[in-house]
């Protein structure tokens, strides 16, 4: 049965790709859809990710929509608060606020295979629709390891994602817990304020300069004035990026160049000779994402900074204990642990045309159809999907081309008339897995000797996309009717 709430499409979640997706449904002339948030606010990461020294780590000029332009963008990375501002720009100029339903967390979504349609739970209510986009984002839901003795330390715990702005970190032995993109920006921004900073680096990250500055007013009217200069830029910045990516996808040992700046990046900050064979990487450059920091090695060289290699194993009381057995007090625990990005938690509550979870089709990995649809879930889309990330580049750009997919979908759907479904064939979303797991065989992800987030339990790279933006947008272009099955209502099902 309908509920009395139905809807065309279902968007779930208010990031970049939800609002995204929420602007091209409106481009197409589809007024008829949701974006389902669970939070209070839009801006998906940008809403979460508030804390100190948080900004993009791809050139404003390039995080962001192609079709929604902002030449006054004020850095080269902008930070989080100009991003998050920006989204709710988008979110008023496109109109999508009607649309728009906060507090409202997807619980559960499941296939109905006679009425081919989802029903949806929320806490505000059903709701059913045709189609559903899940937007829910692959950096979204916080990452705490298991720590022995976590639960009994007396002194503040928090993630980089949910940052406590209640807790004063002035005079405090604070206690920063990984050293990945968000601890990066973290510790050079509160190590003035603290007492003492203890940095648990379980492997150390590959760090070349960051090229941020000031965008001058000037050129902020230039792009106003003559926006062929924005373009330009745009155009700019995306190409260095795409011709960076035949080193990272086939030829990993050309990047033994890029690993002599990192390295001359740090010997210039660090000159303690013990400290700089800690932070000295030993995997290829690019394997981990690469950040960029200008700040973060000076920091580490501080006096009341430590770095204690080995990672977090145990906390006893208000001491914490290194795996090489190294101790350090704190009154706070800051873990930039990450996120769960190959157990994406929206796959445990999303069921599909045979009754299992997407969580339960995915227990050997994560496998999608151009990472956007999955065998035996009609009708359903993920933007951001497996294998969509990026090491180098706007991930912005891997969205848009998801919405033109997003685009064909739908438009094939209303040409095949009356009720109908698409679903992919689970040997399209096999061949096409196949062939990334070839191409995956000789990348800096699977060659280059590190443990990543890229990489799931078993060991297979489902999170990053092993080509170009440029061909991505290609592969997504339409959809290819000859890879999917249509599903019709059986005749005499009610409309
Ligand atoms: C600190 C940080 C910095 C980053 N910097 C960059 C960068 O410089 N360049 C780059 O390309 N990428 C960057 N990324 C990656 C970034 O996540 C993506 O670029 C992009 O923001 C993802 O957008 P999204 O809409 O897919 O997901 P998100 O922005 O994560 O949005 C997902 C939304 O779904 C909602 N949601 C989740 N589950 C449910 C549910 N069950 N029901 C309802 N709502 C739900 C969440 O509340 C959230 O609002 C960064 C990530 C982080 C964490």
New binding site residues.
């Given amino acids: 049965m309908r509920a009395d709430d139905h809807v065309r499409v279902a968007v ?7 609002l995204g997706a929420a602007v091209r449904l409106r481009r197409m002339g589809i007024t008829d859809f949701v974006v ?4 209070d606010a839009v801006g ?2 940008w ?1 979460d ?1 508030t804390y100190p020294g ?1 900004a ?3 050139p404003s000029h390039l ?1 962001s929509f192609s079709f929604a332009p902002n030449p006054r963008w004020p850095r080269s990375f902008s930070g989080q608060e100009h991003i998050r501002a920006y989204l709710e720009w988008v979110t008023d100029t496109f109109g999508l606020r009607p649309h728009i339903r906060l507090n ?3 619980e559960s979504a499941r296939w109905d295979n006679e009425e081919l349609h989802w029903v949806i739970d929320t806490p505000r209510g059903p709701l059913t629709a045709d189609m559903v986009v899940s ?6 839901d916080p990452k705490l390891p298991d720590i022995p003795g976590l639960s009994g330390f007396p002194g503040k715990v928090f993630h980089t ?1 949910r940052w406590d702005h209640d807790y004063d970190l002035r005079g405090k032995r604070v206690a920063m817990v990984g050293t990945g ?2 601890a990066i920006q973290i510790v050079p921004s509160i190590e003035r304020e603290v007492d003492r900073l203890t940095v648990f680096q379980r492997t150390p990250p590959w760090v070349l300069p960051r090229a941020d500055r000031r965008i001058s007013g000037f050129e902020q009217w230039l792009h106003s004035a003559l926006p062929f200069t924005r373009a330009a830029r745009r155009r700019l910045l995306w190409t260095i990026r795409e011709l960076q990516v035949g080193a990272f996808v086939r030829h990993p040992g050309q990047l033994r160049v890029v690993e002599k700046i990192a390295e001359r990046h740090m010997k210039r900050a660090v000159k303690d000779p013990q400290l700089r064979a800690a932070l000295t990487p030993d995997y290829r450059i690019g394997c981990k994402r690469i950040l960029l920091s200008n700040d973060w090695y000076p920091a580490l060289a501080k006096p009341h900074v430590d770095v204690v290699t080995g990672g977090l194993r145990e906390i006893r009381g208000s001491t914490l204990v290194a795996s090489d057995g190294t101790t350090a007090e704190a009154d706070a625990v800051i873990f930039g642990t990450g996120f769960h990005v190959t157990d994406m938690p ?1 796959a445990d ?1 999303v069921k599909g045309a045979n009754g299992t979870t997407l969580a339960e089709e995915w227990q050997h990995g994560m496998a999608a159809l151009r990472g956007s649809t999955a065998a035996a879930f009609p009708n359903f889309m993920m ?2 999907g497996p294998n969509t990330g ?1 090491g180098n580049s ?3 750009l891997m969205i848009e081309s998801q919405l033109n997919y997003l685009a064909d979908y739908l438009a094939k759907l209303d040409a095949l008339g009356g009720r109908a479904a698409l679903t992919p064939r689970p040997e399209a979303v096999e061949n096409w897995n196949r062939d990334i797991q070839e191409r995956m065989r000789r990348t800096v992800w699977n060659t280059g000797g590190c443990t990543s987030w890229y990489l799931d339990a078993s060991g297979r790279n489902t999170t990053v996309w092993p080509g170009t933006t440029a061909a991505f947008r290609k592969e997504t272009r339409t959809l290819d009717l000859g890879e999917y099955d249509v599903v019709r209502a059986r005749e005499g099902a009610p409309a």
């Fill in positions: 779930i979640g208010s990031g970049f790709g939800g389902l948030e669970r939070a998906g990461t809403r990710n948080c993009c780590d791809v995080y409202s967390e997807v937007a829910t984002g692959a950096l979204s994602a993109a968000s929206i509550r933007i951001i990026l706007s991930m912005i």
